[in-house]
């Protein structure tokens, strides 16, 4: 609520006849300071518009709002102090960083930490789009996705409430130690998952896919399956092959880069963030968080993060294969 409608809530409330100027605080939540500025206004008669012309008059001039927006579009990371120096230099005026700050958030623009992404070349690109295209019959409910994820003790952003100009700080050390978590779900429920903490192998896959996948697939599956999972090497040598072929398991084709079109890397950023909650000390305690998270998803949780992958490959296609927010 900006000023204008408050000061147009205290006129309707002191035209019913209450004129308290702590009663009228009281029911509009306005500060006290404005009631009893509009107030001394509307017992002399005064009106409570704005007055045209009043406040600060703003610095910028159309035309140079468009060269500040022109060269921020042209050079996306130039700070602001930068940008105002670029500016400056070529107007040849002296305006303030918080002026050009201002100006830019007036026009929508607000700087914002690049989130990194795989690089997609036009090859990758164009089969991102022929991948789409050929699943867009497919029955999702059949194909089991897969992913392992990586996790630090000393992991994750934590927000603290703070007073003033504090700074709050979180140690870490310098190399925090981690786990590698493989895991699996479908439509009809989660795999069990596997925590390690050596290096993943050709070998250990397949051990993984032994002991947490095979036999539960069976179960839940008996009129087939589908498995997906990337490209990593771990998963495409002969080792991973000659096991899957072994076991009859049908391997989806996936396309390069594309973890966007994967829906448990979504569930892998939930879990991370109820664990970022629980601050574990050690990683006995990061397992125990990790299997509990896991096995805390119900079946109705799962279900969104699927329906929204069955609409991935729809906009995979219209937008020519380019990243699609995940």
């Not at 996705?145 to 310098?174: H, N, Q």
């Not at 999972?229 to 096991?243: R, S, V, W």
């Not at 574990?280 to 329906?307: A, D, M, Q, T």
Request: proline share 4%; hydrophobic share 35%; glycine share 6%.
């Amino acid at each position: 609520m900006n000023e204008q409608e408050q000061r147009n809530n205290i006129k309707i409330l002191f035209d019913t006849g209450i004129t308290n100027c702590m009663e009228l605080s009281r029911r509009t939540g306005v500060p006290k300071s404005t009631v009893y500025r509009t107030v001394y206004k509307l017992r002399n008669a005064e009106s409570v518009d704005r007055k045209i012309g009043s406040g600060k008059q703003r610095q910028t001039k159309a035309n140079n709002a468009r060269l500040l927006v022109s060269l921020a579009i042209n050079n996306p990371r130039l700070s602001v102090r930068k940008l105002t120096c670029k500016f400056n230099k070529r107007r040849g005026l002296s305006f303030s960083h918080e002026a050009v700050r201002i100006e830019m958030k007036r026009r929508g623009y607000t700087r914002k930490v690049a989130r990194k992404i795989p690089m997609l070349t036009q090859t990758h690109k164009a089969y991102r789009v022929d991948w789409a295209k050929s699943n867009r019959c497919r029955d999702w409910e059949k194909v089991i996705f897969s992913d392992e994820m990586s996790i630090w003790l000393a992991g994750g952003r934590v927000c603290v409430w703070c007073k003033g100009d504090s700074k709050p700080v979180k140690p870490s050390t310098k190399h925090s130690p981690k786990l590698h978590v493989w895991g699996a779900f479908s439509a009809r429920g989660t795999f069990p998952i596997k925590v390690f903490r050596e290096n993943l192998t050709g070998r250990l896959y397949c051990d993984i896919l032994h002991e947490c996948l095979v036999e539960q697939a069976s179960v839940l599956y008996p009129d087939g399956w589908v498995f997906q999972e990337d490209n990593d090497p771990k998963h495409t040598c002969n080792l991973a092959k000659g096991y899957m072929e072994e076991k009859g398991i049908h391997r989806m084709d996936w396309p390069a880069c594309s973890p966007d079109l994967n829906p448990i890397e979504n569930l892998w950023s939930w879990i991370k963030r109820q664990i970022d909650l629980k601050s574990p000390r050690n990683l006995n305690e990061l397992e125990r968080e990790l299997n509990k998270g896991w096995n805390s998803l119900e079946h109705e949780f799962l279900r969104p993060f699927l329906v929204i992958d069955a609409q991935k490959s729809q906009i995979s296609t219209k937008s020519n294969g380019n990243k699609i927010n995940y």
